[in-house]
């Protein structure tokens, strides 16, 4: 007897279906996508409960006619492709028929459509189990179709589901995408009753932009159009210095279709060049305009994927764009001369207040303040002595002296270590030297001693003094038992996370209170993120309150030494952290958000006086774990002295 059978119709169905529906913002792209299809020139959208309970999606399109309004809910029923020609040349956001008979096999579903022509209309329900049931009706022209209980018959696929704070994220993203790629349609999203987002419609995709992403986000935006041959490139790229620390900001759209292409995030790192900062992202908003016959849309389920027909040509032309934004000039309103040009950004400058307030400023000194640290005992006490002999130094700092080894003038030494250091409990063979520059007569030993790097797990023995550091970024510190190198960085990170979570846990978060609240802009993404979690900021130290819209204004920050960057920046790198990690935003746990807000740390290449760097080893050696950063790097590796006699040939 047969063991194969063919499965039944509506089994099929709904196996098909998860491939086009993963989960309710699924829904909401699909139905919006048809709307946008349909001619819509307003869009609304209610969600409750995340989508769990209903999804209703409203349009003032062209609307259906009876016959059409069954044909529609039919496998592969559609009108935007009538023969496999049409494929070479598919112009709509939907094409394959897939989405209504998907949504339709795993919910409770209802359609009510009106034509404008026509005096009447027809309402369509269709329950879990297949039924169908039709009725005249009478309503406005267009289409409203309600999904209620969703995922109801597929249990398996339901309980996979995220929280509603994580779901309602997906959601938003998936209506700002489309609103973005279309300012000429007005959408309005409800969720719970709330409205989340209304943008009306207008020609100018700056404003639409700064509905949905705040005034900050595109005063730093440089707007351009590019065009080469058939291929049309608009939108905006950041004015170097303005980065994110993922790439969720850099949105393309071709032909008014929200993808993902790694040829065109390729032209924009290369348009970039040298203007990207290592392990930042610019924000992009792309709008390519191509031949519908040089791409194929027909890749992925869900269509967020394409593939080009010439991947170089479009990197090559997207490259060209960046560049050429990136040459303007921007020119700024000259400052206001009196009371009267005074312009209605929300903001004044800061020199106006501080003179009406009869207060003597001057702007801090560029250069990285010593880190606060705690009286403590000394360290000589805590470690072993050791022998007396004459102090030899291989490596300078301009403050120590000099040993008696060294020239007193020494040239410029630039040394390169290893760009991915091995886990501390790791291991596995060294990573390759990338570059050494050595402009010394010592070259030949200096050479030896950064080829013989093998970083090993720390050993515990504390480093008792520093004697330097390498591009600073790598504290070098002499222990009994070898090398110690320090990443300043990752240290810092531990020092903070530890500090703050101190604080959160005693119910003492010291704040530093700002003379002048910050005047921010946010997305709204970020503005629900602090609004969900207002409590736990406020217990970490952070004092933020809205300000109406996307704006909203800082009073205090924790109390950590972060003068090397802007508030703004060190807030807007910590919430886009929070968003990135997926977590329910009314579920995160203060070690995350502490965590997050390690971006005020020192960075790489901050120059940090001795005292400093003497602080900063001090303020480790008393944390729980101070030898990993709260995101589970090392912050400091060893080259024990067996391993330097070794490599040296001495045993």
């Not at 935007?80 to 494929?87: F, H, M, R, V, Y």
């Not at 039924?131 to 409203?144: E, L, Q, Y």
């Not at 620390?245 to 924009?268: H, L, T």
């Amino acid at each position: 007897m047969s063991r194969i059978k063919v499965m039944n119709q509506l089994l099929a169905s709904r196996i098909a279906a998860g491939e086009v529906i993963e989960r309710p913002a699924s829904v909401v792209k699909e139905l919006v996508e048809n709307s946008i299809d349909a001619g819509a020139s307003e869009i609304t959208v209610e969600v409750e409960r995340a989508g769990s309970r209903l999804i209703a999606v409203t349009d003032n399109g062209c609307g259906m006619d009876d016959e059409d309004a069954l044909l529609a809910l039919q496998q592969h029923g559609t009108s935007k492709l009538l023969n496999e020609t049409d494929l070479d040349h598919i112009m709509t956001l939907g094409f394959r028929g897939e989405a209504l008979p998907s949504i339709v096999s795993v919910s409770q579903f209802t359609l009510t459509t009106r034509q404008p022509e026509n005096p009447g209309g027809i309402r369509v329900e269709c329950d879990e189990h297949g039924s169908i049931s039709t009725r005249p009706h009478g309503g406005a022209p267009g289409t409203r179709i309600e999904v209620r209980n969703l995922f109801c018959n597929l249990p398996a696929r339901k309980k996979f589901l995220k929280s509603a704070a994580t779901e309602e994220h997906h959601i938003e993203e998936i209506f700002a995408m489309m609103a973005i790629a279309h300012p000429e349609i007005s959408f309005r999203l409800l969720l719970d009753g709330r409205t989340a987002l209304f943008t009306p419609k207008t020609e100018r995709t700056d404003f639409r932009l700064r509905e949905i992403f705040g005034k900050t986000f595109v005063d730093n935006m440089l707007f351009f159009e590019h065009t080469e041959g058939d291929l049309h490139i608009s939108g905006c790229v950041a004015a170097p210095g303005f980065t994110r620390p993922s790439r969720r900001d850099q949105r393309v759209f071709i032909n008014s279709r929200p993808v993902e292409a790694q040829a065109v995030y390729r032209g924009i790192k290369e348009g970039y060049s040298t203007l990207a900062e290592p392990g930042r992202y610019n924000p992009v908003v792309m709008f390519l305009e191509m031949p519908p016959g040089d791409l194929d849309v027909n890749v992925h389920p869900a269509k967020r994927e394409v593939r080009f027909k010439a991947e170089y040509v479009i990197s090559r032309a997207v490259s060209a764009a960046v560049s050429a934004a990136l040459r303007q000039t921007r020119t700024r309103e000259n400052p206001p001369q009196n009371d009267a040009m005074l312009t209605l950004s929300g903001k004044l400058p800061l020199s106006m207040v501080l003179d009406s307030a009869a207060i003597s400023y001057s702007p801090e000194s560029s250069v990285q303040p010593e880190l606060p640290v705690e009286p403590v005992q000394s360290i000589a006490d805590v470690v072993l002595p050791l022998p007396e002999k004459p102090e030899k130094t291989l490596f300078s700092h301009p403050g120590l002296p000099p040993s008696p080894e060294v020239p007193e003038k020494i040239p410029e030494k630039s040394i390169f270590l290893p760009t991915e250091i091995p886990a501390v409990t790791g291991s596995g063979k060294p990573p390759a030297i990338q570059k050494e520059t050595v402009a010394t007569p010592e070259k030949s030993v200096v050479s030896c001693l950064v080829k013989a790097v093998v970083p090993a797990a720390f050993s515990g023995i504390w480093p008792h003094r520093i004697i330097g550091v390498i591009d600073h970024t790598y504290i070098l510190a002499e222990s009994t038992c070898g090398l110690v190198l320090i990443d300043q960085h990752a240290a810092h990170e531990r020092i903070m996370f530890e500090k703050i979570l101190d604080q959160y846990s005693n119910g003492s978060a010291e704040r530093q209170q700002l003379l002048i609240p910050e005047t921010l802009d946010l997305s709204r993404s970020m503005i629900k993120l602090l609004d969900g979690n207002r409590e736990l900021f406020e217990k970490l130290g952070f004092e933020v309150e809205s300000a109406g819209g996307t704006t909203v204004l800082v009073n205090s920050i924790p109390l950590t030494p972060c003068s090397h960057q802007s508030v703004e920046k060190w807030l807007h790198d910590m919430l886009n952290e929070l968003l990135d990690s997926g977590i329910p935003a009314s579920a995160i746990p203060p070690e995350t958000i502490a965590r997050a807000a390690c971006k005020a740390a020192v960075k790489a290449h901050d120059e940090l006086p001795l005292s400093a760097m003497e602080s900063l080893l001090e303020q480790l050696k008393n944390c729980r774990q101070g030898t990993l950063c709260p995101h589970g790097r090392p912050t400091m590796i060893e080259v024990s002295l067996r391993e330097l006699e070794r490599r040296f040939g001495r045993k």
